[in-house]
């Protein structure tokens, strides 16, 4: 098997997969889209919102935010020593927004988002949260935790995944376009970590059957 970066830019990278079977390469494909974890807003304790819009509503809207992930730093939740519920310093961060006393209409914004890790922030400043009248206030607390896309779209680690034929024989274009949380070289990177990861586990599970 081999790989060719052919197009790279901040958001998007495409590769040429060359001498590797199209089930292999739509594998890399569907990793690619939701199988590398990263973090999403997963528990909001909601200490004041006299907003228009619904807790409810605001739960969904923070935990669509594409966050930075600093893949290598942090434990998925299911796999961290803490065995803790809440979670550790390893395995969640805390982000907070209070938006205090309001004297005016305005828009709360992604860049209000405060994290206790600098690493783990909104992809963007500029994602609208909810409008707040005068007098109006919110003030949540939020941890963060990573996933994948399998359990949740929250966890989608790309917008785009796409594969498509070239006029040879067990060659292909793979397509991949980040949500931001990690760099589109990232997301090939770790695509191949877990994918030679769960080819690895299945050989297993096979030798053990045999046996």
């Not at 890790?117 to 609208?128: A, L, R």
Request: proline share 4%; hydrophobic share 35%; glycine share 4%.
């Amino acid at each position: 098997m081999s790989l060719k970066v052919i197009e790279h830019n901040t958001n998007t990278i495409s590769v040429k997969l060359s001498n590797i079977p199209l089930q292999y390469a739509n594998a890399l494909r569907r990793i690619c889209l939701n199988g590398i974890p990263i973090f999403a807003i997963d528990t909001i304790n909601i200490i004041e919102n006299s907003s228009v819009l619904a807790d409810e509503g605001l739960a969904h809207r923070l935990a669509l935010i594409p966050l930075k992930t600093p893949i290598s730093r942090f434990n998925e939740p299911a796999k961290c020593d803490c065995n803790n519920e809440s979670g550790c310093s390893n395995c969640r961060v805390i982000l907070m927004i209070d938006s205090t006393d309001n004297n005016k209409t305005r828009t709360i914004m992604s860049s209000e988002i405060i994290s206790e890790n600098d690493d783990v922030e909104p992809t963007s400043k500029n994602v609208p949260i909810v409008d707040l009248a005068i007098g109006q206030r919110l003030k949540v607390e939020a941890y963060a935790r990573l996933g994948r896309g399998t359990n949740h779209a929250k966890w989608n680690s790309a917008n785009v995944s796409i594969l498509t034929n070239t006029d040879k024989e067990n060659e292909y274009i793979l397509t991949i376009e980040s949500t931001g949380s990690l760099t589109p070289m990232q997301l090939i990177s770790e695509g191949i970590k877990e994918l030679t990861n769960r080819l690895q586990e299945f050989k297993e599970t096979i030798n053990k059957m045999e046996l």
